[in-house]
T-cell receptor, first 114, second 113 residues
Framework: KQEVTQIPAALSVPEGENLVLNCSFTDSAIYNLQWFRQDPGKGLTSLLLIQSSQREQTSGRLNASLDKSSGRSTLYIAASQPGDSATYLCAVVAANFGNEKLTFGTGTRLTIIP | DVKVTQSSRYLVKRTGEKVFLECVQDMDHENMFWYRQDPGLGLRLIYFSYDVKMKEKGDIPEGYSVSREKKERFSLILESASTNQTSMYLC????????????FGSGTQLSVL
């Protein structure tokens, strides 16, 4: 059974710093990996989706990398801002045909200190 | 912009009541999902549907049922609400290719007293 882990559970950094969030998964047979952002009491917003054949995806100040063989992904946030404070979750889709289900990590709660 | 709308933001119900959570999406997505989110446990899939009248159990279907009579609407039903079903419920939708980008509603915080 696929398990997704995000460590640390919480992270605080000063504004302006670059930072890296980590995601690991136990079964490397994935179809893709997604990073989401969740603000308190709200739903999830998809940030980046990396297909299993890709190594990274970029959107603005965000860069996500994928190392499928080692079961790891990172989300890099450049020049952090207070508005980046949120919980960040990663999720993987299994490579089984017809399996649309995502397995989520429990998230990293990020606080950017002004 | 894709919109996934959940009918209630907050809901308070009593033990034993039948509870309906409604979700509507406006992007003609084939796939729709119901998750619950609990502190320390993350998101867990309850049910999903890949077409009208089609459904599949997720990881924690016990105590829940679903209905999808129209493509845009996916309902989660708690047949007899219990206190351990107090949770944040999140609906999501996506196109039907494997691993499609997921769009979430803003969630329903359900309290069962």
């Amino acid at each position: 059974k696929q398990e997704v882990t995000q460590i640390p559970a919480a992270l605080s950094v000063p504004e302006g710093e670059n930072l890296v969030l980590n995601c690991s998964f136990t079964d490397s047979a994935i179809y893709n990996l997604q990073w989401f952002r969740q603000d308190p009491g709200k739903g999830l917003t998809s940030l980046l989706l990396i297909q299993s054949s890709q190594r990274e995806q970029t959107s603005g100040r965000l860069n996500a990398s994928l190392d499928k063989s080692s079961g790891r992904s990172t989300l890099y946030i450049a020049a952090s801002q207070p508005g980046d404070s949120a919980t960040y979750l990663c999720a993987v889709v299994a490579a089984n045909f017809g399996n649309e289900k995502l397995t989520f990590g429990t998230g990293t709660r990020l606080t950017i200190i002004p | 912009d894709v919109k996934v709308t959940q009918s209630s933001r907050y809901l308070v119900k009593r033990t034993g009541e039948k509870v309906f959570l409604e979700c509507v999406q406006d992007m003609d997505h084939e796939n729709m999902f119901w998750y619950r989110q609990d502190p320390g446990l993350g998101l867990r899939l309850i049910y999903f549907s890949y077409d009208v009248k089609m459904k599949e159990k997720g990881d924690i279907p016990e105590g829940y049922s679903v209905s999808r009579e129209k493509k845009e609407r996916f309902s989660l039903i708690l047949e007899s609400a219990s206190t351990n079903q107090t949770s944040m419920y999140l609906c999501a939708s996506s196109f039907v290719y494997q691993g499609g980008k997921l769009f979430f509603g803003s969630g329903t915080q359900l309290s069962v007293l």
